[in-house]
């Protein structure tokens, strides 16, 4: 048979991962479309209209005010004006994930993403999470399929945290609806933090440089070759796989953070102030979860109820980045020692943007 033929192994081999990767393009476009990019446009459209931010506190949703007890409305009220906010989001999230485990080659996705140097990885991550623009959370589910492709923790973390942090949809609204201040420390925090802190990440995991092995530097052959198996079968395991684990656990601490969700920030004029205050305020900030854009309204109201620009300042940067069911859905995949440094990492750069928005 000519090496040319149709039926050439290599030819199909090829064939499969260009459909493979098309079928991947098809569903991150069309998500992304459908989830993020034309309703984050119309709220951008808003927002430039009217100067004001649209969107609620779900840290309130059912009424819960701060220094209220735990209890089961807390919890269920906020879980479902959490995940009516982001419910979209993660079914695209679980659909990538699957096709970027089932669809794509492992060789190819490290080449794109891994590199030689963490900084270097970091800021290919980072880069790759801008045009997602997904939580936390509805990250989490890609963070997985990276790492079981191989990919390294500089890119893996920068992916995770550049997500929502240099969301450049969220960048917008900042411009639109709150002082300049914000999106400048925003911006520059971000940056710092998904580059240069992944990067101190990777090193504290995995040293300054990494193998050839896993950059894919040296292995050509393997770099267009598909998964075994069948396609569509590969593809219904890994987003079972992914969705049974990850969903389950997602909701659980969703609700946990719901029901205590009054005493994670009992924020006012009175009580916050000093330093500590701001550590504690970067902490807790980092265990809480939100929707895209959910630091906004949060952000506005403890500023109108006169709280510093320290406190604010670490809020801005730690709501929307790793939150506590973040954490626990991807400490599996990216390891322990990588989820502390990355949760440390969140607070660091808390402290960080407490600083710099209190000093602009």
């Known amino acids: 048979m000519s090496a040319h ?87 695209v999230a679980l659909l990538l994930s699957a096709a970027l485990q089932a669809l794509v080659p492992p060789d190819l996705l490290r080449r794109v993403l891994n590199r030689r140097s963490p900084v270097t990885g970091a800021l290919a991550g980072g880069l790759a999470g801008t045009p997602s623009m997904m939580c936390t959370c509805c990250t989490a589910p890609v963070v997985v399929a990276m790492r079981r492709s191989g990919v390294a923790t500089a890119a893996t973390v920068a992916y995770w945290l550049g997500n929502p942090l240099l969301n450049p949809a969220v960048l917008v609204f900042l411009v639109f609806v709150a002082p300049w201040e914000w999106t400048v420390t925003r911006l520059v925090v971000g940056i710092v933090v998904v580059v240069g802190g992944a990067a101190l990440v990777a090193r504290f995991t995995e040293g300054r440089t990494l193998p050839a092995e896993i950059t894919g530097e040296g292995t050509p052959a393997t770099a267009t070759e598909p998964r075994p198996g069948n396609a569509a079968t590969r593809f219904l395991r890994a987003l079972a796989r992914t969705a049974l684990i990850i969903v389950p656990e997602y909701l659980v601490i969703v609700l946990l953070v719901g029901a205590f969700r009054g005493w994670l920030l009992p924020l006012d004029a009175a009580t916050a102030s000093g330093l500590l205050f701001v550590l504690v305020a970067a902490v807790l900030g980092t265990l809480v979860v939100i929707p895209t854009a959910g630091e906004i309204p949060v952000l506005q109201g403890l500023a109108l109820a006169g709280v510093a620009a320290g406190p604010l300042g670490a809020l801005l940067i730690t709501l929307p980045i790793v939150s506590l069911p973040g954490i626990v859905m991807v400490a599996r995949a990216l390891g322990p020692r990588a989820t502390a440094a990355t949760g440390a990492l969140a607070v660091v750069g808390g402290l960080l943007g407490a600083g710099m928005l209190a000093v602009l």
């Open 5 to 91: 033929s149709p039926s050439s192994p290599r030819l199909l081999s090829r064939r499969t991962v260009t459909i493979g990767l098309a079928v991947t393009a098809l569903v991150f476009v069309v998500g992304l479309l459908w989830a993020k990019w034309v309703p984050y446009v119309g709220q951008a459209v808003k927002a430039a209209g009217s100067g004001t931010w649209s969107g609620s506190n779900t840290l309130t949703a059912g009424g819960v005010q701060p220094g209220d007890p735990p209890s089961w409305h807390a919890a269920t009220s906020f879980a479902i004006a959490y995940g009516t906010s982001i419910w979209k989001a993660l079914v």
